[in-house]
Nanobody, 115 residues
Framework: VHLVESGGGLVQAGGSLKLSCASS????????MGWYRQAPGKQRELVAG???????NYADSVLGRFTISRDNAKNTLYLQMNSLKPEDTAVYYC??????????WGQGTQVTVSS
């Protein structure tokens, strides 16, 4: 599996961005996918995840502002980010877990939120 993120950029606080993660293979059979982020000087943290069955989970810090979704027909994972805050500034990574629990990471996309 090869994952390529896109959609990052610079946005003002309160704005929105939509991240995309394109997979080189069909995602319909991937056990789970998600988004992590890493801010400078901080540990990488889970932002949101979605299972093959469509169940989702979110970090408390983004609940109600971010929405994760997947389009199996396009082999793409999305993260809609609304009401962005400066503390959302980070490199965002897409991940995919196979049914054998093998994890693949994307290269990351930078999101910068200015105050």
């Amino acid at each position: 599996v090869h994952l390529v993120e896109s959609g990052g950029g610079l946005v003002q606080a309160g704005g929105s961005l939509k991240l995309s993660c394109a997979s080189s293979v069909s995602i319909s059979g991937i056990y789970a996918m998600g988004w992590y982020r890493q801010a400078p000087g901080k540990q990488r943290e889970l932002v949101a995840g979605i299972t093959r069955g469509g169940s989702t989970n979110y970090a408390d810090s983004v609940l109600g502002r971010f929405t994760i979704s997947r389009d199996n027909a396009k082999n793409t994972l999305y993260l809609q980010m609304n009401s962005l805050k400066p503390e959302d500034t980070a490199v965002y990574y897409c991940v995919a877990d196979s049914i054998f629990r093998v994890r693949t990471w994307g290269q990351g996309t930078q999101v910068t939120v200015s105050s």
